[in-house]
């Protein structure tokens, strides 16, 4: 039942979506997963220790609004929401989608009063989560649509049929109307050009990017502060407000995903009503949501028994919305005005190498990603060419293969300069890496030429933090602390980076089958 709009409207919100991973009631409706059902594996003693872990979460993360995925019903949501008003972290006002024969459903807990509820079905009589529509009791309204899309278990058409839902429902919302998407959409936010080959069965078209508009004419990401004046239909994901290397809130067995997202229109950014805090998308992330190694410390299935630690597989995100003062005239229509496209400077690596800091996006061409390990990456345009590290932003790109790219991040680390975010704008031919990476020598680490490139064939002593070479003690450092050879180790590294840290060169080890122990 509709509320009626609040004069008491808060001046701003804080607004939060998190998966919480399978919260399932200990009553037996039919539809659980197996290791859900009521029984020895799942009980009223578990539910409980569920629900105090969720609650403390959600109290630290003290949000205004909270949409969930992966909530069973609206039973165990009331729960939930009991839970935390017990613990002294009150959400009064709850909506959740329904359906029979559907395991888990998306919800919404809020301290700001529900003005109205709809449920958007994917496809006629299907049996596919809905997406929620809720909107807020505010001055003026504010409406979310919290969505759990297809997991990747299924191909990109099954994502796509969500997002031309969500696109039907949108189109018909007046212009101007203020909203945000957001949930586990299980698409990220580069989906465009990292999508795995398996799941294109679309030629290449994706739900978020092309059928939710975060792509403009040019096929590029919409970016902070080019959304406003776009014309057509656009949306952008606020992922983008992060550096490459902290864009991630589900972690796949070392695989850092950004499927969580939160997507605004351009009436979010028009300067009327409410409007995004630039700069404040971010994840929860307390230490005590980790593991001793770095691990997102979800709910633990050992042996087939559930174990009483964890909280879940994703973290939650979160980002403010600002209610401005009223000003005359009306909202503009969401298809008004085109924003001039900017001609991009072209930079060379040497040139990147020199900068303090990065004003604008600048042009690198031909450049040849000459090693890779997970998100990171070294670019170099020739082989006896100056190298740089692209840190957290090589996802997508391909080991030996050329590219041209549009830098938007950029920085120096304790000297190191790095590259920390781009987007692509063409992919070459495949090169052969090896003539860009030399074997090793000691008198490489006093050479500028030669700092920040990748090396192989280096053999030596492990001991007291630095590798014994060629009768020299070189500093080296290894990615991980657990890595760390037993000194006195003899070790057989086939490829290192030279790198840079707080004024000295040293060997770099970005992974662990990059080298070997020969003898200890």
């Known amino acids: 039942m509709a509320l009626g709009l609040q004069a008491g409207t808060p001046r701003s919100l804080k607004i939060a979506s998190w998966n919480v991973e399978n919260l399932f009631d200990v009553q037996r409706q039919g539809t659980e997963y197996p290791e859900y059902l009521p029984g020895r594996r799942w009980n009223e003693g578990l539910l409980r220790h569920k629900l105090q872990n969720l609650s403390q979460v959600i109290c630290d993360l003290d949000a205004d609004v909270i949409a969930l995925q992966e909530v069973e019903n609206d039973g165990v949501l009331a729960r939930l929401q009991s839970f935390l008003k017990r613990v002294g972290?009150?959400?009064?006002?709850?909506?959740?989608?329904?359906?029979?024969?559907?395991?888990?459903?998306?919800?919404?807990?809020?301290?700001?009063?529900?003005?109205?509820k709809r449920e958007i079905p994917i496809t006629p009589m299907g049996r596919e989560r809905r997406i929620l529509e809720v909107t807020l009791a505010t001055e003026p309204p504010l409406t979310l649509f919290v969505n759990h899309w297809r997991s990747k278990r299924g191909p990109e058409s099954d994502r796509v049929r969500y997002a031309r839902a969500l696109k039907r429902r949108l189109m018909r919302l007046p212009a101007g109307t203020e909203y945000l998407l957001l949930g586990d959409f299980n698409s990220d936010l580069?989906?465009?050009?990292?999508?795995?080959?398996?799941?294109?069965?679309?030629?290449?078209?994706?739900?978020?990017?092309?059928?939710?508009?975060?792509?403009?004419?040019?096929?590029?990401?919409?970016?902070?502060?080019?959304?406003?004046?776009?014309?057509?239909f656009h949306h952008r994901n606020l992922w983008l407000d992060l550096e490459s290397a902290r864009r991630w809130s589900h972690n796949f067995f070392g695989d850092k995903e950004a499927i969580d997202a939160i997507l605004i229109p351009p009436s979010l950014v028009d300067g009327r009503g409410w409007e995004y805090r630039p700069g404040s998308f971010g994840v929860f992330r307390p230490r005590y949501l980790f593991g001793p190694?770095?691990?997102?410390?979800?709910?633990?299935?050992?042996?087939?028994?559930?174990?009483?630690?964890?909280?879940?597989?994703?973290?939650?995100?979160?980002?403010?919305?600002?209610?401005?003062?009223?000003?005359?005239?009306t909202k503009g229509s969401l298809t008004q005005g085109h924003q001039a496209i900017p001609q991009e400077k072209a930079l060379d690596i040497a040139a990147l190498q020199r900068l303090?800091?990065?004003?604008?996006?600048?042009?690198?061409?031909?450049?040849?990603?000459?090693?890779?390990?997970?998100?990171?990456?070294?670019?170099?345009?020739?082989?006896?060419?100056?190298?740089?590290?692209?840190?957290?932003?090589?996802?997508?790109?391909?080991?030996?293969?050329?590219?041209?790219?549009?830098?938007?991040?950029?920085?120096?680390?304790?000297g190191m300069p790095e590259i920390t975010d781009l987007e692509l704008l063409n992919a070459g031919k495949r090169v052969?890496?090896?003539?860009?990476?030399?074997?090793?020598?000691?008198?490489?680490?006093?050479?500028?030429?030669?700092?920040?490139?990748?090396?192989?064939?280096?053999?030596?002593?492990?001991?007291?933090?630095k590798l014994l070479v060629e009768g020299r003690a070189i500093p080296i450092h290894f990615k991980k602390r657990r890595w760390r050879p037993p000194p006195g180790s003899e070790l057989r590294i086939k490829r290192a980076q030279i790198g840079y840290y707080k004024g000295r060169t040293e060997l770099v080890?970005?992974?662990?089958?990059?080298?070997e122990i020969v003898r200890k």
């Open 432 to 465: 052969e890496t090896d003539p860009y990476i030399p074997p090793f020598h000691s008198g490489m680490m006093a050479r500028p030429s030669d700092r920040y490139r990748v090396v192989r064939g280096i053999r030596g002593v492990f001991r007291g933090g």
């Open 190 to 232: 580069q989906e465009y050009r990292i999508m795995d080959r398996k799941h294109n069965d679309t030629g290449g078209i994706t739900g978020i990017n092309h059928v939710l508009g975060t792509l403009d004419a040019r096929g590029r990401l919409i970016r902070p502060g080019t959304l406003r004046g776009l014309g057509g």
């Open 89 to 116: 972290c009150p959400y009064p006002f709850r909506a959740i989608t329904t359906g029979a024969g559907r395991p888990v459903h998306v919800a919404l807990l809020s301290r700001v009063p529900i003005a109205r």
């Open 356 to 414: 303090e800091a990065l004003k604008e996006p600048v042009k690198l061409e031909g450049a040849v990603l000459v090693f890779k390990r997970g998100r990171h990456g070294v670019f170099q345009q020739r082989p006896e060419g100056p190298a740089i590290l692209l840190y957290g932003a090589a996802a997508g790109l391909e080991e030996g293969r050329r590219y041209d790219v549009l830098v938007h991040g950029f920085k120096r680390y304790h």
């Open 509 to 515: 080890v970005w992974d662990r089958s990059d080298f």
């Open 293 to 329: 190694h770095g691990e997102v410390k979800r709910w633990e299935i050992r042996h087939g028994v559930f174990r009483r630690g964890g909280y879940s597989d994703h973290l939650p995100i979160y980002a403010r919305f600002d209610r401005l003062p009223p000003k005359k005239g």
